[in-house]
């Protein structure tokens, strides 16, 4: 199998996932997204990348699209029509499944299925006080691009939360969230909609954020002691249609409630191989060698 992965910049990521590929046979490359081209002319539509022959591809997991995002999904969505290339995640090309790619969507999808998540405002230029009105400090505030951790703060007050907001010239909106006491979160990796390991992350500078790529530690965490954890996780992905994922759990330490704090497309597993010995990335291989066809 041809396997083309997009999202050349997660280099580590790449690299164990065309290890695994080539001990099963397979012939894996990769792209950056803003290496597509796409020549479009007087009955012709031709998607091109430099080295790569698409119409030899056998699946492309879009790993990191973030420029040529739209034109990436609609040259997947011809690719699978012409060549029956399989995609991943496949919901970008079902017409069945309305795609919309924003946090919003998948907070409807939580509270129409009663999955547990933190109380949040998305909002652009509302009223500040009005947005924090019902609110109890400290809470999170996130603006709409900050991704891996970034992008975030913890605000005490509402001054902090409005000197945030003016500071930030890029973001089209932001969300303020309620903030959950805890001893760290739980990243759940899901598999083709399947719990496949567990790591608790814990901040080790006294950051209330434990992402492994801002210098948090992790430890394994065994799911089948907590099945409840196990369950939010996999019924999240099966809602979403995400097909590989980071489920982001964090449990109240004084109540003991679980809250699903996000759910991440093409999650880094570099700190889950490492510290809980689960094979990821010939997880991920296994799961495309038994993708049909796209029909």
């Not at 969505?77 to 924003?102: M, N």
């Not at 759990?249 to 409630?257: A, L, M, Q, R, Y």
Request: proline share 3%; glycine share 8%.
């Amino acid at each position: 199998m041809n396997i083309l992965i997009v999202g050349k910049g997660i280099s580590g990521q790449v690299a164990r996932l065309k290890e695994e590929a080539k001990k099963n046979g397979h012939r894996l490359v990769s792209c950056a997204s803003a290496d597509l081209v796409v020549e479009a002319s007087g009955g012709k539509f031709l998607p091109k990348v430099e080295g790569i022959d698409l119409a030899q591809i056998d699946l492309i997991y879009l790993l990191s699209v973030g420029r040529m995002q739209w034109e990436w999904y609609v040259v997947c969505d011809f690719l699978a029509k012409k060549y029956k290339t399989k995609i991943v995640e496949r919901k970008i090309i079902d017409p069945a499944y309305k795609v919309f790619f924003s946090a919003t969507s998948e907070y409807l999808k939580q509270v129409e299925n009663d999955i547990p998540f933190p109380k949040t405002i998305t909002f652009s230029n509302a009223d500040l006080d009005a947005v924090l009105r019902g609110f109890d400090f400290p809470v999170i505030v996130k603006n709409s691009h900050g991704q891996r951790g970034e992008g975030l703060i913890l605000a005490k007050t509402a001054s902090e939360v409005a000197e945030f907001i003016q500071n930030d010239n890029k973001s089209k909106s932001f969300k303020i969230r309620q903030f959950i006491p805890n001893d760290g979160d739980i990243r759940v990796f899901t598999v083709g909609y399947k719990a496949i390991g567990a790591m608790r992350r814990v901040s080790k500078t006294g950051d209330f954020r434990s992402n492994i790529s801002l210098g948090g530690v992790g430890e394994k965490f065994d799911l089948d002691k907590a099945p409840e954890i196990r369950k939010i996780a996999e019924d999240l992905s099966k809602l979403t249609h995400s097909e590989i994922a980071g489920v982001d759990v964090i449990i109240n330490k004084e109540t003991g409630e679980p809250f699903v704090l996000e759910i991440n497309r093409g999650p880094q597993f570099a700190g889950l191989e490492k510290y809980t010995g689960v094979n990821v990335a010939a997880k991920i291989i296994e799961y495309f060698e038994h993708l049909p066809k796209q029909q």
